[in-house]
């Protein structure tokens, strides 16, 4: 299929409440353009050099997601330009964004990363780091940063039943958070799991694949 028709599959899927975050890592701008072109103006990254490389040769109302791990030594490559961080793990991390952010009279809104997959490998905060962290940041004064809700990767397996029990531990954080101060973005489901998290409350979902085709790492 075309990325138009993949395109075009995807959302038809998704609940008009749904926000999608075409994941382009490692495809070309190209492709990027391509999809935009279709109206799509949300897009994810993972890797800070590539959307460093990318940002400036598309066009300007694209608002960039930062979906992957990031070193705190790199916020300041991206903090003029990207539009939210999913991918925030840490309170340096968040204090690192808020102080760059700073630097260019801005606000950059983010997502708390909790980690709710059983692998050992996924990033993300525990449930109770997230609560506390959310907490400090609710007490503090940070000025340039705004927390908009909360990011989670469920585990790679075939056993849905699984995949909904994380998604709704994340749900039932969110709602948790969001009694305390009104959150946005659950952002949680890709291409194979989506439609779950949806079901499961989702708001946002991070869709590359699908979308673009299969990433080759080999190029
Ligand atoms: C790559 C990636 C996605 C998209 O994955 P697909 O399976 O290609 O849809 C979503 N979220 C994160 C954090 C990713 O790194």
Redesign the pocket.
Known sequence: MSIQENYNTIKNQLPDNVQL?A?S?THPVSAIQEVYDLGQRVF?E?KVQEVMEKHPLLPKDIQWHV??HLQTNKVKYIAEFVDTI??VDSEKLLLEINKEAAKYDRKIKVLL?VKIAEEESKFGLETEEAKALFQKYLEGTYSNIEITGL?G?ATFTDNEQQIRKEFSLLKNLFDELSSQKSLNTL?M????D?PIAIECGANS????????G??DYTK
């Open positions: 975050v994941v890592k994810g993972n979906i992957g999913q991918s990363q990011m990767m952002s489901g890709m291409s194979d989506f979902v991070r869709v590359g694949s699908a979308i673009f299969r990433r």
